[in-house]
């Protein structure tokens, strides 16, 4: 167990639809990493933020959007939602967030299936 | 953007034998690089990484060596194990002020046979 706690574990809705994936961190790490595993593309980097601020910024759609609130809890909303869409979304944190590299826990991830 | 390629795709070798991954990336800029392996159905964990001021790093049966002129760095695995066996992925990352970029590798499935 990371320490990184992710909701809901496994989520199915249709296409056209929004759906909000839940991040609470380690304690003390203040740093959030969102991901995207697919099949066909991979392990893809969507977002960080660090803090409660955004601070990098990866192969995120514009229909996705993410936030990260004053007690460190993040979540992504993914909105109209394609088949493509479906995949396996991780969050991980990290103790900081800028020059020096610390270490990312992921969470367990949160499989989300767009029918 | 960053590319990073990962070769091979699949490896299999015997209990004992070393196994090597490979990975290339294109940004000069990339600073940090960790590999992690992911078993199946499970999240990824980090196993080693190295920064880009380093150009090898050794941790008990596991090495990473980074070449920063060409560009590509490696995972060594020695005297493997059938616990060894997993996907393995390499990331290149821009660490920076601004923040973490990571771009990661198709990944490699490692079969151990016993």
């Known amino acids: 167990d990371s320490g990184v706690t992710q909701t809901p574990k496994h989520l199915i809705t249709a296409t056209g639809q929004r759906v909000t994936l839940r991040c609470s961190p380690r304690?003390?790490?203040?740093?959030v990493y969102w991901y995207q595993q697919s099949l066909d593309q991979g392990l893809q980097f969507l977002i960080q933020?660090?803090?409660?601020?955004?601070?990098a910024k990866g192969n995120i759609l514009e229909r996705f959007s993410a936030q990260q609130f004053p007690d460190l809890h993040s979540e992504l909303n993914l909105s109209s939602l394609e088949l493509g869409d479906s995949a396996l979304y991780f969050c991980?944190?990290?103790?900081?967030?800028?020059?020096?590299?610390?270490?990312?826990?992921f969470g367990p991830g949160t499989r989300l299936t767009v029918t | 953007g960053e590319n990073v390629e990962q070769h091979p795709s699949t490896l299999s070798v015997q209990e004992g034998d070393s196994a090597v991954i490979k990975c290339t990336y294109s940004?000069?800029?990339?600073?940090?690089f960790p590999w992690y392996k992911q078993e199946l159905g499970k999240r990824p964990q980090l196993i080693i990484d190295?920064?880009?001021?380093?150009g090898e790093k050794k941790d008990q049966r596991i090495a990473v060596t980074l070449n920063k002129t060409a560009k590509h760095f490696s995972l060594h695995i020695t005297e493997t194990q059938p616990e060894d066996s997993a996907v393995y992925f390499c990331?290149?990352?821009?660490?920076?002020?601004?923040?973490?970029?990571?771009?990661f590798g198709t990944g490699t499935s490692l079969t151990v046979i016993p």
């Open positions: 190295i920064r880009s001021n380093v």
């Open positions: 990331a290149a990352s821009m660490v920076g002020d601004t923040g973490n970029q990571f771009y």
């Open positions: 991980a944190s990290s103790v900081g967030g800028g020059a020096i590299p610390y270490e990312q826990y």
């Open positions: 933020y660090y803090n409660g601020e955004e601070r």
């Open positions: 940004d000069s800029a990339s600073n940090y």
């Open positions: 304690s003390g790490d203040l740093s």
